[in-house]
């Protein structure tokens, strides 16, 4: 078993979505414990991968291919535990998007994918999204967490509507708020009444946990 | 007996025909996404439906061979008075600083800063007394005035303060028909402009393949008023655009013909230039480097595309991802000015630029001001003035003993070499030490002191800045600003 989940890991960490894919199914067919399979298999891999990245090993490609091939194990195992009655539920539910009049899809598309990749159930409103749509969507799928791209300071301003959109609805303490984007940081975090600010995708995905639990 | 203006060859002839066959292949086979309804009727108008399945516009290549037809391959930009000041084609290279910054970088506190009303104005007084600067760019945005109207007022200043011509583009739809009325009103008016032009509008499709509604009406109100539209078309390697160079110069190839079929449909024969500002996206840090090596070879080598298709070119060089002016700072801009001038682009934006193109420096403009004065001497290459080339100035100098006092000396030494200002260190080890024993920042902070308390640019006649004024007020009081900031 150990040499199974082993390869699991690998499958993420080598970014192959052909070998993870086919282990996956593998595991199915076999019954094996899928939320071993996943916590030590296939989630070991892809913390591995933010690990190698953050450290400067792995570049912006190898990142994207191991939360691809996480993404394809996830959609084979997920089933399969929903359907054995499984206790695997998503880490959090994140509504994300990029601000309006913003169209840099880039950063925001990388921490919906490593997002994704860490077990969170996403919604990607993509680029110039109007602030109202994301609290519209946040009701609608009660999401636990809005994360908001900007990547001008033009429109950094936007992120901080979405807050007040909240407020105007009185639901602002029922979702968490993270920002991101070139122009953002802690202060302007603070400055905005958010919940958190993330400067990379793995950072992102570490903030969304904390925020979450 | 001739010399060789000194030039890159990126392709072959064979490839240069290959990479443009692809581009009209991919707008025919793929086509391109267009958000902007006048746009979509010209294109349908002339045979490029949009296709029920995917949504997108596939032009024919016809199209493409009928707008490179129409599309001249010279493209003049006048001063104020409507002398040439550009002369968009061929291998000529022409300077002007790099666009729409969102900081200025403060030499005094040692950081970025938000720019107002008087960066604004020091900045267009600057790039008007520095010779090397072919055109003003509205580089800056200021802070003080609302974002609605930042774009009109970036122009009205730059227009007030120079007499050069502006490359500058438009934040909102609306804004096109204000600025075209400002340049109306310096130039005489709206025929006078189209005839003679002042400015260049920079309009950017969004990788891949894509023209909303705002890049694509300013490229259509550009053609239909004469006003040269600039293409800045930007893929990113591996994010936007294939990996590879010669994948991002083709991509970049057919985002540039769709930009020039929109623009003579809606005008045949308006001036447009093939131009970008692509990068080697950075692929540790997800940045978008202009300082990287690769991307001014996409750079150059689209320009020798532009070239082989015969429309007038332009890139975002001379430019460095460098925080503050540095070493950085300078290799950079040195290394993307002296590619640019070997590959022949006829306009060069990028001076004073940092950050990734959005932080601007007076320091770094006056010393990339000398760069460029380097670059353009280095494209004119090496002059044969006379034949035989040495052999009597040999024997008249060995009979002197030296060579200073000859009269051949004193006739050409001015224009055998190009005289940076003193900002660029040449002095003796003892005479720098007695200066202070300066860095070039610190020097070139001195110079845009010295340039700025004595360089006065010529006023605008009377009647025409007052005009300029009232319209830039009524822009201001929409917005609800009463007053403009005060100018210095």
């Known amino acids: 078993m150990d040499e199974f989940l082993k390869s699991c890991a690998q499958s993420i960490i080598d970014g192959d979505g052909d070998v993870a894919e086919t282990l996956a199914k593998q595991a199915v067919d076999d019954g094996a414990p899928l939320i071993d399979v996943i916590e030590k298999g296939f989630a070991a891999g892809i913390r591995e991968v933010g690990r190698l990245w953050g450290e400067g090993e792995m570049f912006l490609p190898e990142l994207v291919m191991g939360a691809e091939a996480m993404k394809r194990a996830m959609a084979i195992l997920e089933p399969s535990i929903a359907g054995s009655g499984g206790l695997k539920e998503a880490a959090g539910r994140v509504v994300i998007g990029t601000i309006e009049g913003d169209i840099h899809d880039i950063g925001k598309t990388l921490v919906a994918t490593m997002l994704s990749a860490n077990g969170f159930e996403i919604t990607d409103l993509g680029a110039d999204v109007p602030a109202g749509r994301f609290v519209d969507e946040a009701e609608e799928k009660r999401a636990d967490c809005i994360a908001i791209s900007a990547l001008l300071t033009t429109t950094m301003n936007g992120q901080k509507k979405v807050i007040e959109e909240l407020e105007n609805r009185s639901i602002r303490g029922q979702v968490k708020v993270m920002v991101g984007g070139a122009p953002c940081n802690d202060e302007w975090a603070k400055e905005i009444g958010a919940d958190g600010y993330a400067g990379d995708a793995v950072a992102a995905v570490a903030l969304a946990r904390s925020l979450v639990d | ?488």
């Open chain 2, 1 to 488: 007996m001739s010399a060789l203006n000194p030039r890159i060859a990126w392709f072959s002839g064979e490839t240069r025909k290959a990479i443009a066959s692809e581009a009209v292949s991919i707008l025919e086979e793929i086509g391109i996404f267009v958000e902007n309804d006048e746009a979509l009727s010209l294109l349908d108008g002339a045979g490029a439906g949009i296709d029920a399945t995917d949504g997108m516009v596939k032009i024919p290549s016809s199209l493409v061979e009928k707008a490179l037809e129409t599309a001249p391959s010279r493209v003049m930009v006048y001063d104020r008075y409507g002398e040439v000041a550009m002369d968009l084609g061929g291998d000529r290279v022409h300077f002007n600083p790099g666009s729409a910054a969102l900081r200025i970088y403060d030499y005094e506190r040692g950081k970025a800063r938000t720019p107002e009303t008087d960066d604004l104005v020091r900045f267009a007084t600057l790039i008007d007394a520095l010779p090397n600067y072919a055109a003003q760019s509205t580089g800056v945005i200021a802070g003080d005035v609302p974002e609605e109207i930042g774009d009109r007022y970036r122009l009205y200043i730059a227009l007030l303060n120079s007499t050069k011509p502006v490359v500058t583009g438009t934040f909102k739809v609306d804004a096109f028909r204000v600025m075209h009325e400002m340049l109306a009103t310096v130039a005489g008016d709206a025929d006078r402009l189209r005839e003679r032009p002042i400015a260049i509008f920079d309009c950017c499709p969004s990788p891949p393949l894509k023209w909303s509604d705002l890049t694509a009406q300013a490229l259509i109100d550009a053609a239909r008023t004469g006003l040269p539209a600039e293409l800045v078309s930007m893929p990113l390697t591996g994010a936007t655009s294939p990996v590879t160079l010669a994948g991002a110069v083709t991509q970049h190839c057919a985002e540039n013909l769709s930009g020039i079929v929109i623009h003579q449909l809606a005008c045949p024969g308006a001036p447009i230039i093939y131009g970008g500002s692509p990068a080697c996206f950075d692929m540790r840090k997800g940045t978008t480097p202009m300082g990287a090596v690769e991307t001014m070879m996409i750079d150059g080598a689209y320009a020798e595309i532009g070239k082989h298709l015969g429309i007038p070119t332009h890139a975002y060089m001379a430019l460095s991802d460098s925080k503050l002016v540095d070493y950085q700072a300078g290799m950079e801009s040195a290394m993307g000015a002296t590619i640019a001038a070997l590959s022949g682009v006829n306009n060069v934006s990028g001076p004073g630029m940092l950050d990734f193109e959005s932080c601007q420096s007076l320091e770094k403009l006056v010393l990339d001001h000398e760069i460029c004065g380097m670059a353009l001497r280095l494209s004119s290459g090496i002059a044969l003035r006379d034949d035989p080339i040495a052999l009597p100035l040999i024997r008249e100098g060995l009979a002197k003993k030296e060579f200073l006092s000859l009269p051949h000396t004193a006739k050409w030494y001015r224009k055998e070499a190009y005289f940076p200002d003193e900002i660029i260190d040449r002095a003796t080890l003892e005479e720098w030490e007695s200066k202070g024993g300066r860095d070039a920042a610190n020097r070139a902070a001195e110079r845009v002191k010295n340039l700025l308390s004595g360089y006065t640019p010529e006023p605008l006649d009377g009647a025409v800045s007052a005009h300029l004024k009232e319209l830039m007020e009524r822009e201001a009081k929409r917005t609800g600003m009463e007053r403009l900031p005060e100018l210095a």
